[in-house]
Structures are given as C-alpha cells and as structure tokens.
C-alpha cells in the first residue's frame, strides 16, 4: 500500500510542477486581453438611388457598340436585391469611341494610311523575318504565315494567312497589337498596311504593286473566306441527343459478336458464338504487339495508262523543257515577268552592278555558274560538296524545291510553285551574265 502511495505522491508533484511552468511562461510571453476591446459598429445604410440616372439617354447608343464598355460598374444592381450604391456613371459615346479598338471585317475601324508588298518586304524583314522567315514561311517551330493552299484536307493540314484565315481583318488587327514580338504597338499604321501586304503576296493573293488601304480594303479576296459556317449545332443538333438516356433494350436488332478482342480479353467466350470475323495474329517479341489482318486481294502492279493520260505528262513539264531549250538571248517579256518573281528572292539575293552577297551570294552570272563557286561566300557543306553547274535543268529542280535539291542546304525558301514562274526567274537571271 505505501509504495502505492509514493506512486501517485511523486504523480501528482511532477504534474503540479508542469502546471507551475505553463503559468509563468504565459504570464510573461502571452498578451493579456484588453479591458475595453474595440467593437465592430454598425454599417452605414446605402446612399439612396438618384432620381434620374446622369447621361442615362446618351448612354444607350454606347451599348450596342461593339468592344463598349461601361464606367464605374458599381452602379448596376447587386445581387442582394437591387441596391444601388449611387457610385460613378455611364460611360459617353466619345469615351467608349476611344476604347473601341475593333476592326470589322469589312474594313470598319481601319486607320488612314496605306501600304504595299515592294516596301512591305524590307519592313518584314527587319521585324518579322526573324521568326517567320524572309519569305513568311516560318523558322524551326515558329509559325507560316504563308503556303499550305490546298492542305486543309490533309491529314495534317497547314493553316496559314493563305489557306486558313477568312478575314484579312484579323491579319491587320494583329499585327498593329502583338507585333512585333517583345515589341509590340511600335508599328505605324503605314507598316502595318505594308507589312499585311507582304503577307498577302507571299500568299499570291495580291501582287506587289497593291496598295492596300481602307479604300481598297474590299478588294482583296481571302482565298478561305467561304471556308467557315456558322455553328447551328445548338438548335440542329443538341434536340437529338440531349434527352433521356436508354439504359436498357436500347437497340431493336439483335447484338452480334462479329469480332474478338483477344489481347483485351473483354469479349464474352459463349458456346455457339460465330466464328470471328478476321483472324488476329499476335506477335509479342519485345514486348509489341501487332494485329494481321488476312491479306487483302492484291492490286494490279501497274495503273494502265490511257493514252490522254501520256499526252498530258510532257505538257506540264513544258516550261521547264523551254526553259532548258533557251541557249540564245531570253525573252524579254519572259525576263520583264521573271524581274517580278525575282522579288521574292531579293531579300537575301542581289543581281545586276555592285551586286554582293548578302544571306544569300549574289547571282550574276549564276547560269553555267559551277555550284559553290562564288568566292567569298560559307555555302552549306552540301552544297560545297556538289559537282556540276546550274544549268537550266539544275536551277529548275533546285528553285521548285531547294530544300529536296540540296539536302541540308541554309535557303529557308520553300521554292516557287508555279512551272511559269521558274522558267521566268531562269530567264531573268540569264540576262544578268
């Protein structure tokens, strides 16, 4: 019984020892309450609404601008029920002009000034060309601005300003906002014109002599503009399927297995199943899986060739063919149409006296030329490594497609599409010997 009681005896000091600490450290660390803490008053009522709202009547035109906007929100009712807190007013049609920054697709909004592609270009080179390349067709993952007619198709379609885009609006309004990159809103309405032209013509949608302005604004087709409908869904479709759903005897024909999963292994196995309809082979080295189908009847190994079909080889290939046949003086109409295309190639190329290397070597001379031969100038280690000449045939293949031509060489441009306009350049660049 005693050693019970030293127990608890020794219990109960070691407790009123932990009891004394706790005391003194809040005594000397805790704050004390106040004797008179602050109370919180009461809310002052609101200030009732004015009779008549200031600029009520003026305001009303304001709400059906587009991009509008309204002073000093607070004035509208809460949703506490209907208070009005009398702060602020609305907005003046001069203050909602100002802030309305839109531009319509039919030219509604536009600033004066004007533009072309001949000076566009040098303006797009000097801010854009770094990102979306000399010709508008992209560097590395930035994005084309230019080519993909005809892609939207494909499986994997390229969307440019050519081939996607319906409004030339949105060209324009973005560039006068976000470009160009980290240095955006430092365009003056001419360069943005200028700049929105080069684009166009990059695409072949307008030439290079087009002065795009407000006045000639509806003059330019986009080529996508009827590539867009309006989304009906909502009152066409949405009737169909939002209903009820079925959770059972859903579907009136019988169900039939026609088909077995078997990697899966989520089909049923049912005695008196039909045999599968195809035959699944599986082949599981190193861990992969791949499914057989039973071989499809085999297709013939030639296409039969009609003879219309012959005729009509050779004619596409005609330009390239007069091109190689040129070994006199060129055409001049055909070299006055070749200074044109040629445009698109003196962003990096320079011809005729004085000319120098720029990006690119200057081309004088450049017809019969050995490939890699201008002195002074770090071509591509591909190119250094060719043989032969720029012979008419050579020049075709490498202006159609460059990079095919040459693999690896440093000319981003994706080359010329049409057979006409090769033939075109060739002969320009045969009178520059």
Same mark, same amino acid.
């Given at each position: 019984?005693?050693?019970?009681?030293?127990?608890?005896?020794?219990?109960?000091?070691?407790?009123?020892?932990?009891?004394?600490?706790?005391?003194?450290?809040?005594?000397?660390?805790?704050?004390?309450?106040?004797?008179?803490?602050?109370?919180?008053?009461?809310?002052?009522?609101?200030?009732?609404?004015?009779?008549?709202?200031?600029?009520?009547?003026?305001?009303?035109?304001?709400?059906?601008?587009?991009?509008?906007?309204?002073?000093?929100?607070?004035?509208?009712?809460?949703?506490?029920?209907?208070?009005?807190?009398?702060?602020?007013?609305?907005?003046?049609?001069?203050?909602?002009?100002?802030?309305?920054?839109?531009?319509?697709?039919?030219?509604?909004?536009?600033?004066?000034?004007?533009?072309?592609?001949?000076?566009?270009?040098?303006?797009?080179?000097?801010?854009?060309? *770094?990102?979306?390349?000399?010709? %508008?067709?992209?560097? /590395?993952?930035? #994005?084309?601005? !230019? @080519?993909?007619?005809?892609?939207? $198709?494909?499986?994997?379609?390229?969307?440019?300003?050519?081939?996607?885009?319906?409004?030339?609006?949105?060209?324009?309004?973005?560039?006068?906002?976000?470009?160009?990159?980290?240095?955006?809103?430092?365009?003056?309405?001419?360069?943005?014109?200028?700049?929105?032209a080069y684009i166009l013509y990059s695409n072949d949608i307008i030439d290079d002599e087009f002065e795009l302005s407000r006045d000639t604004w509806n003059e330019v087709a986009m080529p996508n503009a009827e590539g867009f409908i309006v989304d009906d869904r909502a009152e066409a479709e949405y009737t169909m399927w939002r209903t009820e759903p079925c959770m059972e005897n859903c579907k009136?024909?019988? *169900?039939?297995?026609?088909?077995? %999963?078997?990697?899966? /292994?989520?089909? #049923?196995?049912? !005695? @008196?199943?039909?045999?599968?309809? $195809?035959?699944?082979?599986?082949?599981?080295?190193?861990?992969?899986?791949?499914v057989q189908p039973e071989p499809a009847a085999e297709e013939p190994a030639a296409e039969e060739v009609t003879p219309a079909a012959a005729e009509e080889a050779p004619a596409a290939e005609a330009p390239a063919e007069e091109a190689s046949a040129e070994t006199g003086a060129p055409d001049p109409e055909l070299v006055a149409a070749g200074e044109k295309v040629f445009k698109k190639c003196?962003?990096?190329?320079?011809?005729?006296?004085?000319?120098?290397?720029?990006?690119?070597?200057?081309?004088?001379?450049?017809?019969?030329?050995?490939?890699?031969?201008?002195?002074?100038?770090?071509?591509?280690?591909?190119?250094?490594?060719?043989?032969?000449?720029?012979?008419?045939?050579?020049? !075709?293949?490498?202006?159609?497609?460059?990079?095919?031509?040459?693999?690896?060489?440093?000319?981003?441009?994706?080359?010329?599409?049409?057979?006409?306009?090769?033939?075109?350049?060739?002969?320009?660049?045969?009178?520059?010997?």
């Amino acid at each position: 019984m005693s050693k019970s009681l030293n127990l608890y005896a020794g219990s109960a000091i070691g407790v009123g020892l932990i009891l004394v600490a706790a005391y003194n450290f809040a005594d000397r660390n805790v704050t004390p309450m106040p004797k008179n803490p602050p109370v919180l008053g009461a809310l002052p009522a609101p200030i009732p609404e004015p009779e008549a709202p200031v600029q009520q009547a003026a305001a009303e035109p304001a709400a059906e601008s587009d991009g509008g906007l309204l002073v000093a929100a607070a004035n509208a009712e809460s949703h506490s029920g209907g208070t009005r807190f009398g702060l602020g007013r609305e907005a003046l049609p001069e203050e909602v002009a100002a802030w309305d920054v839109n531009i319509m697709p039919d030219g509604t909004g536009l600033p004066d000034g004007s533009g072309n592609a001949a000076d566009g270009e040098a303006i797009f080179e000097e801010n854009c060309a *770094v990102c979306h390349g000399s010709f %508008a067709e992209g560097v /590395d993952n930035w #994005p084309k601005l !230019a @080519g993909g007619d005809g892609t939207l $198709a494909n499986k994997d379609p390229l969307k440019t300003v050519g081939s996607y885009w319906p409004y030339l609006s949105t060209v324009w309004d973005y560039v006068h906002r976000s470009m160009p990159f980290g240095n955006a809103q430092t365009l003056s309405p001419d360069e943005v014109y200028a700049i929105t032209a080069y684009i166009l013509y990059s695409n072949d949608i307008i030439d290079d002599e087009f002065e795009l302005s407000r006045d000639t604004w509806n003059e330019v087709a986009m080529p996508n503009a009827e590539g867009f409908i309006v989304d009906d869904r909502a009152e066409a479709e949405y009737t169909m399927w939002r209903t009820e759903p079925c959770m059972e005897n859903c579907k009136d024909a019988p *169900v039939e297995i026609t088909m077995r %999963a078997t990697v899966l /292994d989520v089909t #049923p196995d049912q !005695a @008196g199943d039909e045999a599968p309809a $195809a035959t699944e082979e599986m082949n599981t080295s190193n861990d992969a899986a791949t499914v057989q189908p039973e071989p499809a009847a085999e297709e013939p190994a030639a296409e039969e060739v009609t003879p219309a079909a012959a005729e009509e080889a050779p004619a596409a290939e005609a330009p390239a063919e007069e091109a190689s046949a040129e070994t006199g003086a060129p055409d001049p109409e055909l070299v006055a149409a070749g200074e044109k295309v040629f445009k698109k190639c003196k962003a990096c190329h320079q011809v005729g006296e004085g000319a120098q290397n720029k990006t690119g070597p200057q081309l004088n001379g450049v017809v019969g030329r050995d490939i890699g031969s201008v002195d002074g100038f770090k071509y591509s280690g591909s190119m250094e490594e060719m043989d032969g000449a720029w012979t008419h045939d050579a020049l !075709a293949a490498f202006l159609a497609k460059p990079k095919d031509y040459v693999k690896g060489t440093k000319m981003a441009f994706a080359g010329l599409k049409k057979d006409d306009e090769i033939a075109a350049v060739i002969a320009y660049l045969q009178a520059q010997q």
